[in-house]
């Protein structure tokens, strides 16, 4: 059974840091490029980071510059180190897994909460 289970979420105060970690197991987790996702109450879910099955990286010009995705293969574990934290952080952080190809598969977590709040 595929399964991402995230962790590490909860509330944090304007300016702290939060590391989410987002175990997979069911995969081939080298098949597989991975990202953090977002979603605000009222808002659409929006991408976060992403890191692919080579280790390249990206991130959302929203969080560039405070938010690192990096990934430990040997742990299956993708992590979110998020620094630096605004209210506007505050939202739902899914994980998600994608194999590109003929037919795309992809699968997300169940997601956790990141408050962010005095």
């Known amino acids: 059974q595929v399964q991402l289970v995230e962790s590490g979420g909860g509330l944090v105060q304007p300016g702290g840091s939060l590391r989410l970690s987002c175990a997979a197991s069911?995969?081939?987790?080298?098949?597989?490029?991975m990202a953090w996702y977002r979603q605000a109450p009222g808002k659409q879910r929006e991408l976060v980071a992403k890191?692919?099955?080579?280790?390249?990286?990206n991130h959302a010009d929203s969080v560039k510059g405070r938010f690192t995705i990096t990934k430990d293969n040997a742990k299956i574990t993708v992590y979110l180190q998020m620094n630096s934290l605004k209210p506007e952080d505050t939202a739902v952080y899914y994980c998600?897994?994608?194999?590109?190809?003929?037919?795309?598969?992809?699968?997300w977590g169940k997601g956790t909460l990141v408050t962010v709040s005095d």
């Open positions: 069911g995969i081939i987790f080298s098949l597989y490029d």
């Open positions: 998600k897994a994608e194999r590109g190809g003929i037919v795309p598969e992809d699968y």
């Open positions: 890191i692919t099955r080579g280790g390249s990286r």
